[in-house]
């Protein structure tokens, strides 16, 4: 089994920071991209970001230059900085990952549950 689980989201004022972070636990083998993604109400879930296993990282044009994707192999966790944040950042922040389960030695991805990240003054 394996599980995803998203932390650090919460109110912030427009203008301020958060950091999410994102730990996958369980039978791992190996993980490769991990991603960040976001629903709004009545909105499609988006990518916003991912990263390789190598580091290699990929972001949208909506977050380039205000959020900074990162991970610790060693910690099999992705984290988001998100700066100079706006209200219509305002949605559930859901990470996943392209994992290999050790002991079924599957590959699939996998979803946390999410996190709810509120913009407001």
């Known amino acids: 089994q394996v599980q995803l689980v998203e932390s650090g989201g919460g109110l912030v004022q427009p203008g301020g920071s958060l950091r999410l972070s994102c730990a996958a636990s369980?039978?791992?083998?190996?993980?490769?991209?991990m991603g960040w993604y976001r629903q709004a109400p009545g909105k499609q879930r988006e990518l916003l970001a991912d990263?390789?296993?190598?580091?290699?990282?990929n972001y949208s044009d909506s977050v380039k230059g205000r959020f900074t994707i990162s991970r610790d192999n060693s910690k099999n966790t992705v984290y988001l900085q998100m700066n100079s944040l706006k209200a219509e950042d305002t949605a559930v922040y859901y990470c996943?990952?392209?994992?290999?389960?050790?002991?079924?030695?599957?590959?699939?991805?996998?979803w946390g549950q999410g996190t709810q990240v509120t913009v407001s003054s």
């Open positions: 990263i390789t296993n190598g580091g290699s990282t």
């Open positions: 996943n990952a392209d994992i290999i389960r050790l002991d079924r030695i599957i590959r699939n991805i996998y």
């Open positions: 369980g039978s791992i083998l190996t993980i490769f991209n």
